[in-house]
């Protein structure tokens, strides 16, 4: 079994940075991939940035791409999101996920952090 606790959310102004984080413990050696996703009210949840375990190689959304920034640190089982120039469209609830090697898709989700960007 794999767990997700996610944290770091809160308000911030527009303009303004916060930094998630992503607490992962269970079967961490099967991890192939770990993304962080959001989704606003009344919107569809939307990929954002991941990265690949192992390699580190990282993946972003165009409309993240620059201002946000996806790591791990492989011995604290934690992935981080940096996301610097927040707009009020930044505003939802993110979540990070696990695909691990055996799978096509994230398997394992968190419970979500809320981010609220105020104009």
């Known amino acids: 079994q794999v767990q997700l606790v996610e944290s770091g959310g809160g308000l911030v102004q527009a303009g303004g940075s916060l930094r998630l984080f992503c607490a992962a413990s269970?079967?961490?050696?099967?991890?192939?991939?770990m993304g962080w996703f959001r989704q606003a009210p009344g919107k569809a949840r939307e990929f954002v940035a991941a990265i690949r375990w192992r390699e580190g190689s990282t993946y972003y959304a165009t409309s993240v791409k620059g201002r946000f920034t996806v790591s791990r640190d492989n011995a604290k089982n934690t992935v981080f999101l940096q996301m610097n120039s927040l707009q009020p469209e930044d505003t939802a609830t993110y979540y990070c996920?696990?695909?691990?090697?055996?799978?096509?898709?994230?398997?394992?989700w968190g419970q979500g952090t809320q981010v609220t960007v105020s104009s």
């Open positions: 996920a696990v695909r691990r090697d055996t799978s096509s898709e994230y398997e394992y």
């Open positions: 269970g079967r961490t050696f099967t991890f192939y991939r």
